[in-house]
């Protein structure tokens, strides 16, 4: 063996340049919104439908597990208050947009690879570009659209939860109380706390469903081909949203 990383390294290059391309056709689809609109609007809804109870299911018990596990490494150190200061921040700038856009990327962008993925194998792309419908523009482009400005919408919903849940369990518990955690999640709030988790999300949201279109576009012929592109529409969803979480962290909160 040679070069025993050399199967990697092209792998990791060859789905760089599928995200350089796919974004650079992206941006070139833009000028298509007014004409693919109501499918935008429709993957709006099955985004955001689709993984609302979800997005409020695991955002509550991150927030009840944050506010005990916070209470379990500050309150022999510093005043009760900062529980809800901790909780708050830890969910806004981090845990909200990350989980958020995990459970997102499991549910949605698996969907969207194995769609796309049975429309190659059923050689349905194949018809559409004889019909003359550029497949990128009528398939991926309002796809990425809805991941877009659904993610931060669910964030929003999801911070909410956790924090409310958090201070559920923080009051039920004997932590502490309503009052005094939401004075703490008040005291050190800042805007950009909270927009910085959103400006992550709407960047999650265009990588997940990228990620799934990508997937789902190269996917094999055969239900084992669309398999592996569901697989790896999670994985590469996932590594995506957790180097993005990242750059972007050093960049806004830097």
């Known amino acids: 063996m040679i070069f025993p990383f050399k199967n ?11 995200l350089f391309y796919n974004t650079f056709e992206f941006f070139s689809s833009l000028k298509y919104i ?47 208050i900062y529980i809800g200061s901790g909780v708050a921040k ?15 990327a499991g549910r949605i962008s698996s969907g969207i690879a194995a769609e796309l993925g049975t429309m190659v194998v059923t050689e349905q792309i194949d018809a559409l570009r004889v019909m003359g419908i550029n497949p990128f523009r009528f398939l991926v482009m ?3 659209l809805g991941g877009i400005i659904s993610l931060p919408l669910l964030t929003s919903i999801g911070i909410a939860v956790a924090i409310f849940s958090g201070m559920f369990v923080a009051n039920m518990t004997g932590i502490t109380n309503y009052i005094v955690f939401a004075r703490g999640a008040k005291m050190f709030f800042l805007p950009k706390d909270f927009f910085g988790g959103l400006i992550k999300a709407t960047f999650f949201g265009y990588a997940l469903t990228l990620s799934g279109a990508i997937s789902g576009l190269s996917s094999e012929r055969g239900a084992e081909g669309v398999g592996k592109a569901t697989t790896r529409a999670v994985v590469l969803s996932s590594i995506l949203i957790l180097v993005l979480d990242y750059v972007l962290g050093i960049i806004i909160f830097g």
């Open 8 to 18: 990697f390294i092209l792998s990791f290059l060859q789905i760089l340049s599928e």
């Open 90 to 104: 830890a969910v806004m700038i981090e845990l909200g947009p990350v989980i958020t856009g995990l459970v997102v």
């Open 34 to 80: 007014k004409k693919y609109f109501r499918e935008i609007v429709l993957q709006i809804y099955e985004i955001g439908n689709n993984s609302l109870l979800l997005v409020i299911f695991t955002s509550s018990f991150v927030g009840m597990v944050a506010t005990v596990q916070t209470a379990y490494q500050i309150r022999d150190y510093v005043p009760i």
């Open 142 to 144: 309002p796809r990425i």
